[in-house]
């Protein structure tokens, strides 16, 4: 733009530009989103950053042929951390499993009403519609989804109580992952339980991680637990106990503070429902985290 004025060679060029990546994708990649299907944006995986931070909540509003209009909501004094050409990573959930794609960022504006972007249900937290602005990225997926497994998973900061116990390596790998029972509403007597010591008579003890993925999560401890242990786990998220079996990944003292340990766990054992529950907690807290920062900008 100069002067006020488009520059039409300059836009000539970007659509000739855009045609062109989507005529280089000969077959149109299945993304099975449904109208209004919540979604999560981040950065594109990268063996230095295997598991990105998700930056955005979003919501998918329309296809035409490969292209892919996404309803994304950003805090008015937050800057727009993509541009036209980024590629990112775009995550959602079918039939209870986490999949995920890369796609190109073609255009970015901002929403108007024929759009449909709505956003109360994902926003319920918010009280004032002043406080962000709603973005449309249109979008071409470069990759097909993909289904997550194990540690393939986006991870955020969280911070969950864990109680934990040694557990015999032989009998760990015995035990199948539906063995593992999700004890639905019994958090609330593991806390109670807890407060007067009797996991601790019981052998457990506590830990509260840093940040938390449906692969695994990273902690600090006082306890040096080294690489290579299983421990049996009792995940406490909201009225939900989720038992798994976690395998430390490394554990490693702080450069300054020898008596506390950098910790990194593996979830070896866990049951799909368990795993379920888990990321659309993750889910969940992520939306919600937004809202606050959003609303704390009005």
Do not use: W
Not at 108 to 127: P, T, Y
Not at 281 to 294: A, G, H, T, V
């Amino acid at each position: 733009m100069s002067n006020g004025h488009i520059d039409i060679d300059t836009e000539i060029n970007k659509i000739s530009e855009i045609n062109k990546i989507i005529n280089e994708i000969n077959e149109e990649i299945n993304i099975n989103l449904l109208k209004d299907q919540v979604f999560m944006m981040g950065d594109k995986p990268s063996r230095t950053t295997p598991e990105p931070m998700i930056k955005y909540t979003g919501k998918f509003l329309v296809r035409k042929n490969n292209l892919l209009k996404l309803g994304v909501c950003v805090g008015r004094k937050r800057k727009l951390e993509y541009e036209e050409e980024d590629v990112v990573d775009i995550s959602y959930i079918e039939s209870k499993s986490l999949y995920s794609f890369n796609a190109r960022i073609l255009k970015i504006r901002k929403a108007v009403a024929s759009d449909k972007f709505k956003i109360d249900e994902m926003m319920a937290e918010l009280g004032d519609a002043d406080g962000y602005i709603r973005y449309v990225f249109e979008v071409i997926p470069m990759t097909a989804p993909e289904k997550h497994q194990r540690r393939e998973f986006f991870r955020m900061s969280l911070g969950i109580d864990i109680y934990y116990k040694i557990a015999e390596a032989d009998k760990a790998g015995q035990i199948a992952d539906n063995d593992l029972k999700f004890e639905n509403g019994k958090a609330e007597v593991m806390k109670k339980n807890a407060e007067n010591g009797f996991l601790e008579k019981d052998g457990y003890a506590r830990l509260t991680t840093m940040d938390m993925s449906a692969g695994g999560f990273k902690c600090k401890s006082e306890t040096k637990i080294e690489a290579g242990t299983y421990l049996d786990c009792l995940i406490i998220v909201e009225d939900d106990v989720l038992p798994a079996i976690v395998q430390i990944l490394s554990s490693n003292a702080y450069e300054d503070d020898s008596d506390l340990y950098d910790i990194r766990a593996l979830f070896y054992k866990i049951s799909d429902p368990s795993r379920d529950r888990l990321l659309k907690y993750i889910f969940y807290k992520q939306r919600q985290i937004q809202s606050e920062f959003l609303r704390d900008n009005l």
